[in-house]
C-alpha cells in the first residue's frame, strides 16, 4: 500500500454548493490518479445532474448581494487569495504534480502565474469604468454603466490545473460575477484546494461553487439550458467547445471560448539560432507539450534545418524524464494512457509517411504514462500530426524556401491561437506577424501567456481574450440610461 501524501490528504474532497461542502447525491465518488504510476490518490466527490442544479441555484441567490459588493471588497479578497497562493507555493506545486504530473520546478511556476491572475485582476476590479454623454443632437444625456453579466459557468482542462482556474475566477470575481466551476476529472485537487483559499480569502459563501464530476454532459447540458447560468467560460478542446457554444444558442447564454491550437513556429534562415532552438525548447516543452500553444508544427528554412534539428535533438536527448516528484525532472508523464496512446499512434503515423526520427519514438517500458522527448524531421505535410494537437514532447519539423510558402502552410490549419517567428529581419518579423492568422505570435520567443496580456485565439481556436485589460470585458455588460438634457 502507498500512504496517501499529506497535501492530498488536506485538501476537502466534496462539493462546494452554497459555502457548503457536501457529498455527491448518492455519495457517489471517483478516483484521481497519479499519472507518474497509474495509482489512485484519492476519491473525490461525483457530482450528478442534481448537485448541478443545486450549484446554479446557489450562485443565482448570490448574484444580487455580490454585484452589489464595493469592487474594493472584492479586490482585496482577490489580493489576500494571491498573497495565500504565494504563500503555499509548495504544497500547491506539489498537489499539481501529483495529479497533473508535470516536474515540481515548472508546478512551481505555474502557481506563481495562476497567482498573477489573482493579483492582475484584484487591480482591475477597482477600474470598472462608464462613460457620459450628450447626445449628438443634444436633447439626450447617455449615462453608460457596466454590469456583472451574472452567474457563469466555468469549464477548465486539466492540463495547467491551477492557472486554468485563477484565470476565469480573478476577472469573474472582479467583475462581480457569481460562479459553478466544473475542473475536469483528471485534476480536480488544484481547483478543491483553490476554493478553499477564497473561502479563507473571505469570498461570500455562494460566490464559487465548485463541482467536480466525471459526467460533465450531463451536469452542464441542463446548467446551459436551464436560464440560470449567463455566461459560459470554456477551456478545452475544439471538439467540446462547437458542442457547448450549441447548447448556449437556446437561451443565448454568453461564451468565451479557450479552444484548440496547432501552433507553427517558423525559423527563417536569418534567425539566431541559439534564440530559435531555445524558443523552440520552450514552445515545445513546457508542459510536457501538453498546452494548446505547444508549438504543433516547426519550419525551418532548408539553409539552417540541418544545424537546427540537430541542435534541437541534442538539446531534447538530454532531458531527463520521470515523475515530477523526482529532483532533477525536466519531463514528467503525460496526464493518461490515452494521451499517451494518441502521441504513440501521431508518432507512427508520421514515420510511416517516410519522418525521420532523430531522437526519442520508443514507448518506455514500466508504469506511467512517461513518453520520450521526441524530434522528427522531414515530416510529410499530410502526417496526421499536422492538423491535430499532439500534446506532447514530439517536435515535427518540417522544411521550406519561401516566406510566402511558409506563411501559407502556417495558415493552413482550421485553428488559430498562437504563431512564434523566428527572425533578425525587422520588416520580415512585422510582415509575417501581420500575416499570421493567430490572435498572438511570439517574436524570438517561445513563449506569450503573461496575466497581463490578451491571451486568446481567432478561427476555431475560440472566441473572447482571458488576461489583460480586456479580460474582465468577458465578465461584463454595458448598460445605459437614457436622460433628458436638463
Ligand atoms: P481534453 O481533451 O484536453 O481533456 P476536453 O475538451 O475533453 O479537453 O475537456 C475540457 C473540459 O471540458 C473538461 O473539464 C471536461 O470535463 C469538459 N467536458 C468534456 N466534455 C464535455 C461535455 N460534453 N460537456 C461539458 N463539458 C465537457
Known sequence: ?????????????????????????????????????????????????????????????????????????RSEILRRAYEIIIARTDELALLMTLEMGKPLA??????????????????????????????????????????????????????????MGTRKIGPAVAAGCTMVLKPAPQTPLCTLALAGILTEAGLPDGVLNVVTTTDAAALVEPLLRGGLIRKLSFTGSTQVGRILLAQCADTVVRTSMELGGNAPLIVFGDADLDTAVEGAMVAKMRNMGEACTAANRIFVHSSVADEFATRLAARMSALTVGPGTEPGTDVGPLIDAAGRDKVDRLVRDAV??????LTGGELPDGEGYFYPPTVLVRVPRDAGLTGTEIF???????????????????????????????????????????????????????????????????????????GGRVGID?????????????
Request: with cysteine; hydrophobic share 40%; aromatic share 8%.
Open 392 to 466: 506532447g514532447p514530439v517536435a515535427a519539423l518540417f522544411t521550406f524556401d519561401e516566406e510566402d510558402e511558409v506563411v501559407r502552410a502556417a495558415n493552413d490549419t482550421e485553428w488559430g491561437l498562437v504563431s512564434y517567428l523566428f527572425t533578425r529581419d525587422l520588416d520580415r518579423a512585422l510582415r509575417v506577424g501581420e500575416r499570421l492568422e493567430t490572435g498572438m505570435v511570439g517574436l524570438n520567443t517561445g513563449l506569450v501567456s503573461n496575466p497581463a496580456a490578451p491571451f486568446g485565439g481567432v478561427k476555431q481556436s475560440g472566441i473572447g481574450r482571458e
Open 1 to 73: 500500500t502507498h500512504p496517501t501524501p499529506r497535501v492530498v490528504e488536506d485538501v476537502a474532497k466534496q462539493l462546494l454548493i452554497g459555502g457548503r461542502r457536501q457529498d455527491a447525491t448518492g455519495g457517489r465518488t471517483f478516483t484521481v490518479d497519479d499519472p507518474a504510476t497509474g495509482r489512485s490518490l484519492c476519491q473525490v466527490a461525483d457530482a450528478g445532474p442534481d448537485d448541478g442544479r443545486s450549484a446554479a441555484e446557489a450562485a443565482a441567490a448570490a448574484q444580487e448581494s455580490w454585484a452589489a459588493t464595493a469592487p474594493r471588497a
Open 474 to 486: 468577458e465578465f461584463l455588460e454595458y448598460k445605459y440610461l437614457a436622460i433628458p438634457a436638463p
Open 106 to 163: 515548472e508546478a512551481r511556476g505555474e502557481v506563481a502565474y495562476a497567482a498573477e491572475f489573482f493579483r492582475w485582476f484584484s487591480e482591475e476590479a477597482v477600474r470598472i469604468e462608464g462613460g457620459f454623454a450628450p447626445s449628438p443632437d443634444g436633447r439626450a444625456r447617455h449615462l453608460v454603466m457596466r454590469r456583472p453579466v451574472g452567474p457563469c459557468l466555468l469549464i477548465t482542462p486539466w492540463n495547467f490545473p491551477l492557472a
Open 352 to 357: 510511416e509517411r517516410g519522418a525521420k526520427v
